[in-house]
């Protein structure tokens, strides 16, 4: 696997194994292989630091939205130490509550920093 592969599975794995896995045991476990201990997550909720903050993050998201699921919405792609990946925020009727990218910068085939950028749709999520 090339390195632009590597750095794109980790963040479409982060979409669904992290974000979009309610088991908090089989999130937990991937977040400490996905994640460097010190790294960074940050949306419009703020900063957190570490596996139990990106935890917490995570969490925080699904409870917000128990009925809705992440879909990528294309490929993730990656430069240099960058990855992103577009995302769409569903609900079981198929429409659309909310689009983001996510941005990663990787060192050593690990997530250092995490960024989540949201952009509601016209329907508000919930």
Do not use: K
């Not at 400490?32 to 903050?53: I, K």
């Amino acid at each position: 696997m090339t390195t632009t592969d590597r750095i794109g599975d980790l963040v479409r794995r982060n979409l669904f194994e992290v974000f979009g896995q309610r088991d908090g045991d089989a999130r937990r476990a991937v977040i400490a292989e996905l994640y460097t201990p010190d790294a960074q997550f940050t949306d419009h909720e703020g900063t957190v630091t570490g596996h139990a903050g990106i935890d917490a993050a995570a969490e925080r998201v699904l409870t917000l939205f128990p009925q809705l699921h992440f879909a990528a919405a294309g490929a993730p792609s990656a430069v240099g130490d960058l990855g992103r990946i577009a995302w769409e925020l569903c609900g079981a009727d198929g429409i659309v509550r909310a689009r983001g990218t996510d941005i990663a910068t990787v060192a050593d085939g690990r997530i250092t920093r995490m960024w989540t950028f949201v952009e509601p749709s016209a329907t508000d999520a919930g």
